[in-house]
């Protein structure tokens, strides 16, 4: 059973940092695409960062560099560095996976990922 723990959030003024970590566990494949989503008060639900199998990384407009995704295959954990955040970052995030190759021009859609976690809130004051 896959399963994934976010952890990291918390609240910050804006122009600070956050870390977020995602621990995944429950599969043996190392294919495997990972992203962030995140849900803000009374929005929809966007796709943050994206790495897929082949490691190739995708980012929303809203946070291209700001945002840093990676992640430790070793530890079957993600991460998302958020710098320089805004009030309009306040969201609950989560960690997805896919196991399996996501094409780029897909990983930052929820439709594709099969498995979510629980998610961390961020919450960002001005």
């Known amino acids: 059973q896959v399963q994934l723990v976010e952890s990291g959030g918390g609240s910050v003024q804006a122009g600070g940092s956050l870390s977020l970590s995602c621990t995944a566990s429950?599969?043996?494949?190392?294919?495997?695409?990972m992203a962030w989503f995140r849900q803000g008060p009374g929005k929809e639900r966007e796709g943050v960062a994206s790495?897929?199998?082949?490691?190739?990384?995708r980012y929303a407009d809203s946070v291209q560099g700001r945002f840093r995704i990676s992640k430790d295959n070793a530890k079957n954990t993600l991460y998302l560095q958020m710098n320089n955040l805004k009030p309009e970052d306040t969201a609950m995030y989560l960690c997805?996976?896919?196991?399996?190759?996501?094409?780029?021009?897909?990983?930052?859609?929820?439709?594709?990922?099969?498995?979510w976690g629980q998610g961390t809130q961020v919450t960002v004051s001005s």
């Open positions: 790495i897929n199998s082949l490691g190739y990384i």
């Open positions: 997805a996976v896919h196991l399996g190759a996501v094409a780029p021009a897909y990983s930052l859609r929820g439709f594709y990922y099969g498995y």
């Open positions: 429950g599969y043996t494949t190392s294919t495997v695409s």
